[in-house]
C-alpha cells in the first residue's frame, strides 16, 4: 500500500463523517428556527386575544356610562 493510497482510503473515510458534521448543525439550526417562529407566534396570539378581552371590556364600560339611566 503506498502512500497515495492511505491518502485515498483516509478521504474515503473521512467524507462521510464531515459530511454528517456540517448536515448537524444545518438541520438543528433550521429545527431551533422553527422551534422559535411557532414559539413566538403563540406568544403573539395570547398577546393578541388578551388585548381582544380587554378592548371588548372597555368597550363594554364605555356603553354603560354613556347609555341613559332607565327609571325603575
Known amino acids: 500500500m503506498s ?4 491518502g ?3 478521504l474515503r473515510l473521512l467524507s462521510p463523517l464531515l459530511g454528517t458534521a456540517v448536515t448537524i448543525p444545518v438541520v438543528a439550526g433550521y429545527i431551533a ?4 417562529i411557532l414559539v413566538g407566534r403563540s406568544l403573539l396570539g395570547v398577546a393578541g386575544g ?3 378581552r380587554l378592548s371588548a371590556f372597555a368597550r363594554f364600560q364605555r356603553r354603560e356610562e354613556t347609555s341613559p339611566r332607565r327609571a325603575a
Open 33 to 36: 428556527l422553527g422551534a422559535a
Open 8 to 10: 485515498r482510503e483516509s
Open 3 to 6: 502512500t497515495g493510497d492511505v
Open 50 to 52: 388578551g388585548w381582544r
